[in-house]
């Protein structure tokens, strides 16, 4: 071998070792009257073994409920004709006869009933099994002792009629039932799924306005395309949309800018003074339900007393850390409903959620002051937190006096876990986004039975059973009302400020809306130039 | 140089199994449960926790969790299930493909620029393009990759959309070459650097004068007695750094939604997938011995005088 021949050799091998390398294939682009989204990777596309808002801004076009939600958050009948109650704990729901899911297999109540009973089913070990609590038979597909099998698979409170009636019977009256049937969990399943749901998550199929065009294609993206069969009411007015998953929010923003994507529904929070410069028109602003809380462990009993509590409230300046951290966008506390849900009033909370720190040292001082350190809890997951932490740290320095103020950034996955051992020593960044947009969704689970903060009030639990009870939605919002006074007057958690979404389009696309809701951008409405 | 393949390749058995362990270890020594933190904010039920900590075997004892995952691996050829439920097998699969093509790219970018650099500066020590080379090389060595990276992306991107700016869509190779070439401008810099000094030096030394005494043709003389000889560091340097690209490029694959090895390990690590982190650790530890060895039966064919055995 010569010396050139020997060199030649060595690249030869290195070459060699290094080809393992595959091609693959580019999507098509422009002109064919679908969209692409910037989105984030969902866990799963099954309704029911998912809580995540990037599952559901999928699935929500995939699958349509029995309920759908109107663009400011009422439910009207989407695959049912009716949906009627007359004592609010057993349900009648007429299903729209003819409709078809994706593979022509009909819809029929047997498709809801399977589809619950499946997800409820402990054994399943589904994400969102406790949203099916309310129905009759919960507990004995989720028997207390977790070792034991449960004795049915069967949910009793469901009872199939006929193809196109379902009964339902709920364990207590719950007005509240058909916002809960808008909840993406509750869609119903084809006989398909059930023959392997593994195969099901990764190619879904829904009785919605689009269908899956080729399988999820992990972390890279998700294609779906207008269903021709389709008989509701959501008719797309394009053909298709692709879910392009980005691992980083700065990337999938760059990628709108050089008009690679034509929708990203949530622009990074640091790129939004550059994005509505940048945009124009087609910067878009939208309302979430997403609010944030400071909440308190009323098990130790220096944050029991509600003087206290209040005190702390009125000595945060909300707009203050607005402007100092959210560029002044988000919209501040005035409740603990966020505006974007139903039963919100303006100024419910009045003076209390007020920045008022001469009122603030008053109450503070009645309550008896506070002694040892203040521990403030939050997660790692938004580097915001820990910077509106520091200026909560430092009004109640300043206002109140407080100066031995410790931060306890905990890991993100930890952080959850940590809360619901009652782990924390300090008050904590709570937060809560509608899973439906129902003044009951915010209230009974924050605030109801078994609640995180340890608070007990007969009265706040009265109200909100009186209200489940109502028999017409005005009398239902009255009486949450009246329990949201009772919990901001105890002030177990204090409202800070409610979410502001930041979107962005292409010139492209039109008609873009986005809803606070889970049903995230309104896909079908969106319009694209030839 | 067989048996010291052979031998070399049996010497990774230990390796591998101590690498496992020590991965496994760590991944759980993370604090936080991992089957409550998949659920996030929304309320689970216990029986919920139970089946998925059972179905995954996270009630057991640590050591009985690794011996089952090895089990599972040995007697199956199963790396397990994240706890999604989804193959880490097939969620391995499509990652590394992802990263075998950007690591190439970017490995074949500073193979032949930076060799082709090295060799200009280095015949042309002193002058204007040692020191441009020399220069150049300083400042992206200096400048951090996620600057190179934004900077590149923007600039070529999307003010001049040259190149595409994020995403895999428009497949390899035409997807892989500004992530590529910026992932690839740090070694670069390493491989022109090497190859400019080593070239440099052997051109001084006696052999080279000999060659040229005998009336052999410059470019024989730089290129068969020159350069072979100077490529043995070069070549070191190359071989390690295809082992690291081939582990992922966090950083980079980031900035332009590269779905790679590099982003999954650092999720999984943030969600305690323990089954992923070192099912991908562990092929890396494998590519690394393997690359490594590749490298040292290489020394052999650039220099006669190294024998193994």
Redesign the interface.
């Known amino acids: 071998m010569t ?2 021949g ?2 030649a ?2 690249a030869a ?2 070459l060699a ?11 098509g682009k422009s002109g064919d009257g679908t969209f692409t989204m910037g989105h984030s990777e969902p ?2 596309l099954t309704p029911g073994n998912t ?2 808002s990037y599952s559901f801004d999928v699935i929500t076009n995939l699958f349509d409920n029995i309920e759908g939600l109107t663009k400011d958050g009422k439910p009207y009948p989407l695959a049912a004709q009716s949906v009627d109650t007359a004592d609010q704990k057993t349900w009648t729901i007429k299903l729209q006869p003819g409709r078809k899911f994706h593979n022509g297999e009909p819809v029929t109540a047997s498709s809801f009933a399977d589809a619950w009973n499946w997800a409820a089913y ?6 969102a ?2 949203y099916f ?1 309310h129905l009759q038979g919960y507990a004995d597909l ?2 207390e002792d ?2 034991a099998k449960p004795k049915t698979d069967k949910l009793s409170g469901l009872q199939v009629e006929n193809d196109t009636t379902l009964k339902v019977t709920l364990d207590g009256p719950f007005s509240q039932f058909p916002y809960l049937l808008t909840y993406p969990a509750y869609a119903p399943l084809p006989k398909a799924a059930f023959k392997d749901m ?1 195969a099901f ?1 990764d190619h879904p199929i829904g009785n919605g306005p689009y269908e899956m065009d080729g399988n999820w294609q ?3 993206q998700i294609k779906a395309k207008a269903f021709e069969g389709y008989q509701g009411q959501r008719k797309p007015h394009n053909k298709g949309i692709t879910w ?5 929010a ?3 923003y ?2 709108l ?2 008009g ?1 994507i034509d929708v990203l529904q949530t622009i990074p929070a640091a790129k939004v003074p550059e994005a509505k410069r940048l945009l124009g028109d087609r910067f878009i602003a939208h309302k979430k339900s997403t609010i944030d809380y400071l909440a308190f462990p009323l098990w130790d009993s220096r944050y029991a007393n509600p003087k206290f509590r209040q005190a702390i409230s009125m000595a945060i300046d909300r707009q203050g850390i607005n402007k100092a951290v959210y560029n002044g966008d988000y919209i501040v506390a005035d409740s603990i409903l966020p505006p974007a849900v139903q039963g919100h009033r303006d100024n419910a909370c009045g003076e209390l959620c007020a920045f008022n720190p001469a009122k603030a040292k008053q109450l503070f001082q009645e309550a008896g002051g506070f002694k040892g350190t203040m521990e403030l809890y939050f997660s790692n997951a938004q580097p915001t937190y820990y910077q509106w932490m520091q200026i909560v740290a430092n009004s109640l320095k300043q206002n109140l006096g407080i100066t031995d103020v410790q931060f306890r950034q905990i ?4 952080y ?2 940590l809360l ?1 051992k009652r782990g924390e020593k300090g008050p904590y960044r709570q ?2 986004e509608a899973d439906y947009p129902s003044p009951q969704n915010y209230l009974e ?1 924050m605030y109801g039975p078994g609640n995180r903060m340890g608070w007990d009030s007969k009265p706040f639990n009265d109200l909100i059973g009186k209200a489940n009870g109502a028999a017409d939605q005005a009398e239902a919002v009255k009486f949450y009302n009246q329990a949201e006074d009772v919990a901001l007057q105890e002030m177990p958690q204090i409202p800070l400020w409610t979410w502001a979404g930041q979107a962005g389009r292409s010139s492209k696309v039109d008609n873009v809306t986005v809803t606070p809701y889970a049903l995230g951008l309104l896909v079908d409405e969106v319009t694209v130039k030839k | 140089m067989w048996r010291y393949a052979l031998r070399r390749l049996l010497q990774a058995v230990p390796v591998f199994i101590g690498t496992t362990l020590l991965i496994y270890l760590l991944v759980f020594a993370l604090p936080g449960d991992p089957i409550q933190a998949m659920a996030g904010d929304k309320p689970v039920p216990d029986s919920v926790l139970h089946t998925l900590r059972e179905r995954y075997n996270l009630n057991d004892p640590l050591l009985e969790q690794y011996g089952k995952y090895m089990w599972g691996l040995l007697a199956h050829g199963d790396l397990g299930e994240n706890y999604d439920g989804q193959k880490v097998s097939a969620m391995l699969t499509g990652r590394w493909q992802v990263t075998a093509k950007l690591a190439v790219t970017a490995w074949a970018f500073e193979l032949v620029f930076g060799i082709a650099l090295g060799v200009w500066a280095g015949l042309r020590r002193g002058k204007l393009a040692d020191t441009l080379v020399l220069g150049g090389t300083t400042l992206l060595i200096a400048v951090p990759v996620f600057v190179v990276g934004y900077t590149a992306q923007i600039l070529l991107g999307v003010k001049w959309p040259i190149f595409p700016s994020a995403g895999v869509d428009d497949g390899w190779p035409y997807s892989y070459l500004l992530p590529g070439m910026v992932l690839g401008s740090f070694g670069l810099s390493y491989v022109a650097r090497l190859t400019r000094t080593s070239l440099a030096e052997n051109l001084r030394a006696d052999y080279v004068r000999t060659a040229r005494a005998k009336g052999l043709s410059r470019t024989r003389v730089v290129v068969r007695h020159g350069l072979r000889n100077s490529l043995i560091p070069v070549v070191t340097y190359l071989g390690v750094d295809f082992g690291s690209l081939m582990g992922g490029a966090i950083v980079t694959e980031g900035i332009f939604n590269l779905p790679g090895v590099g982003q999954q390990v650092f999720q999984s690590i943030q969600l305690k997938e323990g089954p992923v982190v070192v099912g991908a650790v562990t092929l890396l530890v494998l590519i690394f011995i393997l690359v490594n060895l590749v490298v040292d039966l290489l020394y052999g064919l650039l220099d006669p005088r190294i024998r193994y055995d």
């Open positions: 010396g050139l020997r060199t050799a060595a091998v290195l070792v290094t080809t393992g390398a595959t091609a693959c294939g580019g999507g866990d799963h809580t995540s402990g054994p399943n070990a589904t994400q099994n406790e609590q989720n028997p977790t070792n593994k998550d992990h972390n890279v392009k998953s980005y691992s980083s700065d990337t999938a760059t990628d800018r050089a690679r890991p993100a996955s930890d959850f876990s619901r937060n809560w689970n």
